[in-house]
């Protein structure tokens, strides 16, 4: 595909126009094919090509001699040089139609616009012609309009009487075609331009709009129509109003070229490769054929006339890596654009993707004159010099120019450079960021600062924090580094975390400053996204503290572009983090849940355990703890109980142990049981013996 917005060579062949996009601007370039000179225009800042015509304009009978002398005056080092061939670049020009609704005419003779066109369009222009000193446009909104170059008015305004037209040809002068052109939607319209009526239809069978018209150089009674995105390519006679022949390329038509006894025509297709046809103008049967039979349809289609010559350009073949491999066969270059010589076509190509290079090669053959009947396949290595100068005193080899394809893009949304419209209505409309933020429903927070130390920088480097004693310290360091622009000082002092000395230094921050410290923010924070925590409360602090004096800044969003980008990117990822959050705080609960459960079965596992143990031990509920063969009292009677049962214990102990004495050869069997009883042990229940208050024992 071509990285050119529209390019073509002037009818002679001898100069190749094209319009070049650099950065947010169009710069139009006539490169000559024979010395290669070149000329060069930059459009304005918003101002970009929409269509594109050279060619040679011819002074009418009625033009002055002053006109004349003066054009001789002003031409160039460049047409002089070209001898024979440079009186005709004298008067070689490039109408540029743009998007404003303005035809910029462009002398590369005098490397300057020698006219800009206003008035009659509105819209962008879609096409651009021209025939002698009259000029032809035609916008999107099929609005036609001529111009007089000399007087840079247009002369005829109207409208299209057919609807969807965009492009227009103008015919030569003649009485038979006086004061007509031809327009083209998906069809072509001869019109009438003082009746501004249709004369006639010619349908060509498009089914995509018609892109390019070429008038016959030897019969003004034809003309060829093709669309960019068909392979046809229609012969159309103007007097019997209907296609005389059908030429087929290999693929889609991009450009065509006639040689100038119309015995050949050229052709360049989408894949790149270069077509020639023999006597396009030639009848053939697959013109008319019958509408309502489809069998003669598909047999015109097979009769259509196919190219004789295929020409196609690549880069050199890469041998085999290693032995036994194959060998890769170089990519194809596209060719922009061809004319024909006699006997040779030009091609040109482009290199460093903006340079293009011219070759000759022939189509005839030195034997018969006849068109050659082959596929002719060339190889041509990459020219890595190709558009430096090696005159005037600038060196191949010194350090190249700012080339496009080095150049790095960090942020796609950079407004800085863009024109912004003052609509109230649409600022009503967009959201703002605190809106889209409220549209969340996200709580309220406030983020944990970094206890780290030392933070890396945008390198992977520590940087560590200078220590100050006072915010007024602070702050003064932080105004040189924004003033010298260190980034080293600036990193430093950004990695403190401490909010209150945050605030004190960002309020006794010098306010012209606050834009450029809030820039620097927001390439930190582009360049380090993890670091966007910690630096967001700087940005809290500097809009709070010099917020009245951002808001008195012209064209604040152009100016705070790059941070805005930033926090739009940073706002459209936040529903996917919230979203992430709530899956985890789900996981985190299921996880909680089920270490509950597994909690609580072990509690009940242990309990039957301890209850299992349990039922294997007998307690005795009414039990008495004997200690020397006495029994104890309860260790919790009150105090008086005490004294009476130390009172009472006096006189019964003596009775009983007179009884015991008494008793004791007749209960040998007794004091065998009391003696088996340890000191402390419970008794029984089964034995059936029940405890006394006097201490002493019976079944």
């Known amino acids: 595909m071509s990285?050119?917005?529209?390019?073509?060579?002037?009818?002679?062949?001898?100069?190749?126009?094209?319009?070049?996009?650099?950065?947010?601007?169009?710069?139009?370039?006539?490169?000559?094919?024979?010395?290669?000179?070149?000329?060069?225009?930059?459009?304005?800042?918003?101002?970009?090509?929409?269509s594109l015509w050279c060619g040679n304009l011819s002074t009418t009978a009625g033009s002055n001699s002053n006109s004349k002398q003066r054009k001789k005056r002003k031409r160039s080092s460049m047409v002089k040089e070209a001898g024979a061939a440079g009186a005709n670049m004298a008067d070689l020009v490039v109408a540029v139609g743009t998007n404003k609704g303005s035809i910029i005419v462009f002398s590369p003779a005098q490397s300057s616009i020698v006219a800009s066109l206003e008035g009659a369009h509105s819209v962008p222009v879609s096409s651009v012609a021209c025939v002698q000193d009259n000029l032809w446009s035609c916008d999107r909104n099929g609005t036609i309009a001529q111009w007089n170059v000399d007087g840079t008015k247009a002369i005829n305004v109207f409208q299209s009487p057919e609807k969807n037209?965009?492009?227009?040809?103008?015919?030569?002068?003649?009485?038979?075609?006086?004061?007509?052109?031809?327009?083209?939607?998906?069809?072509?319209?001869?019109?009438?331009?003082?009746?501004?009526?249709?004369?006639?239809?010619?349908?060509?069978?498009?089914?995509?709009?018609?892109?390019?018209?070429?008038?016959?150089?030897?019969?003004?009674?034809?003309?060829?129509?093709?669309?960019?995105?068909?392979?046809?390519?229609?012969?159309?006679?103007?007097?019997?109003?209907?296609?005389?022949?059908?030429?087929?390329?290999?693929?889609?038509?991009?450009?065509?070229?006639?040689?100038?006894?119309d015995s050949c025509l050229a052709v360049t297709t989408e894949d790149g490769t270069v077509e020639l046809f023999a006597d396009p103008f030639k009848a053939n049967a697959s013109a008319s054929p019958n509408k309502n039979s489809a069998k003669a349809k598909a047999k015109a289609a097979a009769m259509a006339s196919k190219s004789v010559l295929q020409f196609k350009l690549f880069r050199p073949s890469t041998g085999p890596s290693?032995?036994?491999?194959?060998?890769?066969?170089?990519?194809?270059?596209?060719?922009?654009?061809?004319?024909?010589?006699?006997?040779?076509?030009?091609?040109?190509?482009?290199?460093?993707?903006?340079?293009?290079?011219?070759?000759?090669?022939?189509?005839?053959?030195?034997?018969?004159?006849?068109?050659?009947?082959?596929?002719?396949?060339?190889?041509?290595?990459?020219?890595?010099?190709?558009?430096?100068?090696?005159?005037?005193?600038v060196d191949p080899a010194a350090v190249s120019k700012y080339n496009e394809g080095n150049a790095t893009v960090t942020s796609g949304k950079n407004l800085k450079n863009v024109e912004v419209e003052e609509d109230e209505e649409d600022e009503e409309?967009?959201?703002?960021?605190?809106?889209?933020?409220?549209?969340?429903?996200?709580?309220?927070?406030?983020?944990?600062?970094?206890?780290?130390?030392?933070?890396?920088?945008?390198?992977?480097?520590?940087?560590?924090?200078?220590?100050?004693?006072?915010?007024?310290?602070?702050?003064?360091?932080?105004?040189?580094?924004?003033?010298?622009?260190?980034?080293?000082?600036?990193?430093s002092c950004l990695v403190h975390r401490d909010v209150e000395m945050i605030k004190l230094s960002v309020q006794k921050l010098d306010s012209a400053l606050a834009v450029r410290l809030l820039e620097r923010l927001a390439e930190k924070i582009a360049r380090s996204p993890n670091q966007a925590g910690p630096l967001n409360v700087w940005i809290k602090w500097v809009m709070i503290a010099h917020g009245g004096y951002l808001v008195t800044i012209p064209d604040l969003v152009k100016t705070l572009s790059s941070l805005h980008s930033t926090l739009s990117d940073r706002v459209s990822t936040l529903p996917r983090l919230l979203a992430l959050q709530g899956r985890l705080q789900m996981l985190n609960s299921q996880m909680e849940f089920r270490r509950d459960v597994l909690t609580s079965r072990r509690q009940v596992d242990d309990e039957d355990d301890e209850e299992e143990d349990e039922e294997e031990v007998e307690y005795v509920e009414d039990g008495a703890y004997i200690a020397n063969g006495e029994e104890e009292d309860d260790f919790e009677d009150s105090d008086e109980d005490e004294e009476e049962d130390e009172e009472d214990s006096d006189v019964d102990g003596g009775q009983s142990f007179i009884s015991l004495e008494a008793e004791e050869d007749d209960d040998d069997e007794e004091e065998e049981d009391a003696s088996d009883l340890e000191v402390g042990e419970p008794m029984s229940e089964d034995e059936d013996v029940l405890p006394r208050s006097n201490g002493k024992a019976r079944k």
């Open 3 to 50: 990285t050119l917005v529209s390019s073509s060579f002037d009818p002679a062949g001898q100069s190749f126009s094209s319009v070049v996009p650099s950065l947010d601007l169009h710069k139009v370039q006539v490169h000559e094919v024979s010395n290669q000179n070149s000329a060069e225009v930059i459009l304005d800042k918003g101002v970009t090509a929409q």
């Open 165 to 261: 037209v965009h492009l227009v040809q103008p015919l030569p002068s003649s009485p038979e075609f006086a004061n007509q052109v031809l327009v083209a939607s998906t069809s072509v319209h001869l019109v009438d331009t003082v009746q501004k009526s249709v004369v006639k239809s010619f349908p060509g069978g498009f089914a995509h709009p018609v892109s390019l018209i070429r008038l016959s150089n030897t019969n003004p009674d034809l003309f060829l129509a093709a669309s960019n995105s068909e392979r046809n390519i229609s012969v159309i006679s103007i007097s019997q109003g209907k296609v005389i022949s059908i030429l087929t390329a290999l693929s889609e038509v991009q450009s065509v070229a006639l040689s100038a006894d």
């Open 322 to 393: 290693k032995k036994g491999g194959a060998v890769i066969k170089g990519s194809q270059v596209f060719i922009e654009g061809v004319s024909l010589d006699e006997g040779h076509f030009t091609v040109s190509w482009l290199e460093n993707a903006i340079v293009p290079v011219f070759e000759k090669f022939p189509y005839r053959s030195e034997d018969n004159g006849q068109i050659l009947n082959d596929t002719i396949v060339v190889e041509r290595a990459p020219r890595t010099n190709a558009g430096v100068k090696d005159l005037n005193g």
């Open 429 to 491: 409309e967009e959201s703002t960021l605190a809106d889209q933020l409220n549209a969340l429903d996200v709580a309220n927070g406030t983020a944990k600062g970094s206890s780290r130390s030392e933070v890396d920088d945008v390198n992977g480097s520590a940087v560590k924090p200078l220590e100050f004693s006072t915010p007024g310290t602070f702050t003064t360091i932080l105004n040189q580094a924004l003033r010298t622009n260190d980034n080293a000082l600036l990193d």
